[in-house]
């Protein structure tokens, strides 16, 4: 089985930075996601760590480590819009199945 | 633009009702899922299938069937509805060993 934990909330202030972490404790891994789902909407797809170290993409970057379990997704320069809940996911070993944490509710304001 | 289509964004049925929420995706994906995310609890994993006709229970199938007949489809059953089963529907589906899922629009069904 797998355990994966992130903080329920979060909130921030327009144009800061914030760091969204994610323990997580698995008997296999095989990479670790991140997904942003706004209210009423699908998640989306927000990036990808399989080897440890920074993954950037724009504003975005999420960072993992393997030996202590535990990745974090950094948002910079914050916008009104990224008030969203960000999910961490571990993919299994075998397969592609992904597990969820229970997400992160992220509140940005002005 | 490659999609997931669940068949619909809100639906309504009765306890005990046979449900059937539709799947389908366009992008010759292997592999497909379905979870319910509720308030406080994320999303848990039902059923998920690798291939056409093969299906895999998740970590909460009772109450729940699935039916892949072919690759694009892929059907989640609730054979009674109950009031326990109101939820969000979130239909994914991914390459095999790809490198994440793209997930449907989901279906919220109520259950009175």
């Known amino acids: 089985g797998q355990n994966i934990d992130q903080p329920t909330e979060m909130t921030a202030t327009e144009g800061a930075i914030v760091q969204i972490n994610c323990t997580y404790q698995t008997s296999g891994f095989n990479g670790l996601f991140w997904y942003q789902q706004h209210a009423g909407e699908a998640p989306t797809f927000l990036s990808y760590?399989?080897?440890?170290g920074l993954e950037e993409k724009g504003r975005f970057s999420s960072f993992l480590s393997r030996s202590k379990g535990y990745s974090y997704l950094l948002l910079k320069e914050l916008q009104m819009k990224d008030s969203a809940s960000y999910l961490c996911a571990v993919r299994e070993a075998a397969g592609n199945m992904l597990t969820f944490g229970g997400g992160t509710r992220l509140m940005v304001k002005p | 633009d490659v999609k997931v289509t669940q068949s619909s964004r809100y639906l309504v049925k009765r306890t005990g009702e046979k449900v059937f929420l539709e799947c389908v995706q366009d992008?010759?994906?292997?592999?497909m899922f379905w979870y319910r995310q509720d308030p406080g609890l994320g999303l848990r994993l039902i059923y998920f299938s690798y291939d056409v006709k093969m299906k895999e229970k998740g970590d909460i199938p009772e109450g729940y069937s699935v039916s892949r007949e072919k690759k694009e489809r892929f059907s989640l059953i609730l054979e009674s509805a109950s009031t326990n089963q109101t939820s969000m529907y979130l239909c994914a589906s991914s390459l095999f060993q790809g490198p994440g899922y793209t997930f449907g629009s989901g279906t919220r069904l109520t259950v009175v």
């Open positions: 992008m010759d994906h292997e592999n």
């Open positions: 760590n399989v080897l440890d």
